[in-house]
Structures are given as C-alpha cells and as structure tokens.
C-alpha cells in the first residue's frame, strides 16, 4: 500500500518497457517529406558555409560525451511520488523528441546519398548526435526501471507530411530552441547545484552544442535557399512556425510546473526567457520575429493554458462522450481566437537578410 502511493503506476506495453505516451497535438512529433524535392536542392549558393559545417560534424566533439559516470550507479527511489512521474514524462518526451529527429535525418541521409552528398552526410551524423541524445535518454528511463521501445515508436507513430521549406523551418526552430532549453537549464544548475537531483544535467553543457551546431546547418541550408527567407510568403510562414514552436512549448511546460520547481526553476520564467533567447537567435535568419515582449502575447498564452486546464477537468469528468464534446467547445474556439490575434499581432522585422546569400 504504502509502496503503491509512493511509486506512481506507468502503463507498461511489457515488463519494464513503458506504453508511449498518448499522441496530442502537444506531443512531439515525428516527420516525413519529399525526398525527391529535397535531393534536388541546389545548395551551390552557400556551399562553403555548408562544408565547413559538414567538416564540423565529422569532427565529432561529443563522441566521448554520452558516457554514463559512477554517478548514476545509485537507486533513483527517492525521487518518487509526483516527482517520479514527472521525472519520467521529461524523460520519455525529450527522448521521443531526440529519436525523432534521429528518424527524419538517418532517412534524409538515405533517400540523398549519391544525389546531394553534402547534405546526406551532414544529415547522417546529425542522426549519429541524435542516436546518441535519445539513447542517453532512454537509458537514464531505466534508473527509474522503465525503458522506451524506440522500433514499436517508429511504427506506431503517425508521421506529419511537411514540404521540405516547411521541414526547415521547422527543424530549425526545434534545434536553436533545444539548445536555449538545454543550456538554461544547465546554466541554472550550475549556479544552484543543490537543485541538481540527477546527473543527466551535468551533461546539457556539451549536449546543446549539437542543437547548436544543427540549427547552425539548418540556419546554412535556408541560406542557400534565398527564396526561402525574402518573400511575404516568407514572413508569414516565419511567423506561424515561431508562434507554433513557442506557443507548444509553454503549454506544455506551464503544465508541467511541478517538474521544472522540482529543479528550482519557475516554469514560466524559464519559458519566457527560452522564447526571449530563440526568438532574437531566429532573427539572425528569418525575415522576422515575434514581438514576444508586448505584454498581450503572454496574456493571451495564458487564456489557452487557462482554456486548457478547462479542457483536461471535462476529459476527466463523468459526462458522456457526447455531452463532452459541446462542453469542450468554446474552449477549442477560445485557443484557436487566441492564436489567430497572436499571429496577427504586428511582427518584428529581423536585419536577417543582411547576411543572407542572395
Ligand atoms: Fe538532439
Ligand atoms: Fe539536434
């Protein structure tokens, strides 16, 4: 009984391998594009950039990194109770994140290979980084005596189509938001260490830099692709993919406030500054940014956290499916009010193109 309360039930597909977590449109996703387009990118005009990007990964400055220390050899059964869960739902969300990438780039690297042989390698040893960021992960799962099945996830997932313009846009924003993520909180541990209950953020410092060092190719890439970058299409799209990425992350992390207080940070300050800190980085490439310190856009932000606490409260409840449905409604059409005057909100325009290839 007693053991019951303190060690918090996950759903187990087996023994020791954790059922994934239910898909939403929170969760991260897993994606697919047109090879054939993608292979036939000309990539001419920011070619040197991208080679001594590629020169970069084979370098491989991390290959001695994700090597677990005589610090993890210790029971983890005092992290327990809510802690525990949450511990875990990190765990299992950053390594679906991690392996997702790993898919999308290992299948770029195959579908390109002999077609466009700088990019299929740069993208086979992002995969190789990413193989390593969700393995790291999925054993740090096993401290907690749970694992991922990573081939029943590449399965099982459905697989969001996206133009290959789109999946740069979006690959981009992942990686440079991931490195603000990662580094933040290593930064923050490294001034409180007594809030560090778990070696895996020792290893944050030298891990962003691969996000970095991503971002950094995908950043090249769009570069090479003027028409990517200069066009009202361009503009508009900038903004829906900053909005997308920045308002999924703060739902998710606002109502996940209890794990990031148990690492002493303040969710939403943690999140304002990743926002403040990606946003100014995407600048350095996106025709624009976010006015992201207009007071509205997080009053608006958080009339859908609000909407969606509402919406989690009637899932749970005992109404009927149907009865359900027109319950959750005004709220589904709150946050779609919400993001449409969010995207509307007037944009900044970024100095990006002054160093663009054009
Ligand atoms: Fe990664
Ligand atoms: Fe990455």
């Given at each position: 009984m007693v053991d019951s309360l303190k060690k918090p039930v996950f759903e187990e597909m087996?023994?020791?391998i954790k059922s994934p977590a239910k898909e939403t449109i929170l969760t991260p996703r897993f994606y697919t594009t047109d090879f054939d387009e993608m292979a036939k990118m000309d990539i001419s005009a920011n070619e040197d950039e991208l080679r001594a990007i590629l020169e970069e990964f084979r370098v491989d400055?991390?290959?001695?990194?994700?090597v677990r220390d005589?610090?993890?050899?210790?029971?983890?059964?005092?992290?327990?109770?809510e802690t525990r869960k949450l511990f875990v739902e990190f765990l299992e969300r950053s390594c679906t994140a991690e392996f997702s990438g790993f898919l999308l780039y290992k299948e770029l690297a195959r579908k390109l290979k002999g077609k466009n042989p700088v990019l299929a390698e740069c993208f086979n040893l992002m995969s190789r980084d990413e193989a390593r960021h969700a393995g790291f992960l999925n054993k740090a799962l096993s401290d907690f005596n749970l694992q991922l099945d990573l081939g029943f996830l590449t399965q099982s997932r459905s697989y969001t189509f996206f133009k290959p313009k789109f999946i740069f846009y979006a690959t981009y924003l992942s990686e440079k938001i991931g490195y603000w993520r990662y580094i933040t909180i290593y930064r923050h541990l490294e001034a409180h260490?007594?809030?560090?209950?778990?070696?895996?953020?020792?290893?944050f410092e030298n891990w962003c830099q691969d996000e970095n060092r991503h971002g950094d190719f995908f950043d090249a890439v769009m570069r090479a692709q003027p028409q990517m970058l200069n066009d009202w299409k361009a503009k508009l799209w900038s903004r829906f993919f900053l909005l997308s990425v920045f308002a999924t992350m703060y739902l998710n992390d606002i109502q996940r406030a209890d794990f990031y207080r148990s690492i002493g940070l303040d969710a939403r300050e943690y999140d304002i500054h990743v926002i403040e800190k990606t946003n100014e980085t995407a600048g350095r490439v996106f025709p624009i940014v976010l006015d992201?310190?207009?007071?509205?856009f997080y009053k608006r932000l958080d009339v859908c956290v609000q909407n969606n606490v509402k919406l989690t409260d009637i899932v749970n409840s005992t109404s009927p499916k149907f009865l359900q449905f027109f319950q959750k409604l005004p709220y589904y059409l709150s946050n779609g009010w919400q993001f449409l005057r969010l995207y509307w909100m007037k944009p900044i325009d970024a100095p990006s193109l002054q160093n663009a290839v054009l």
């Open positions: 087996r023994p020791g400055y991390n290959r001695h990194h994700f005589a610090e993890f050899e210790q029971s983890w059964d005092h992290i327990d109770g260490p007594e809030d560090r209950v778990y070696p895996i953020f020792r290893f992201v310190n207009n007071p509205e």
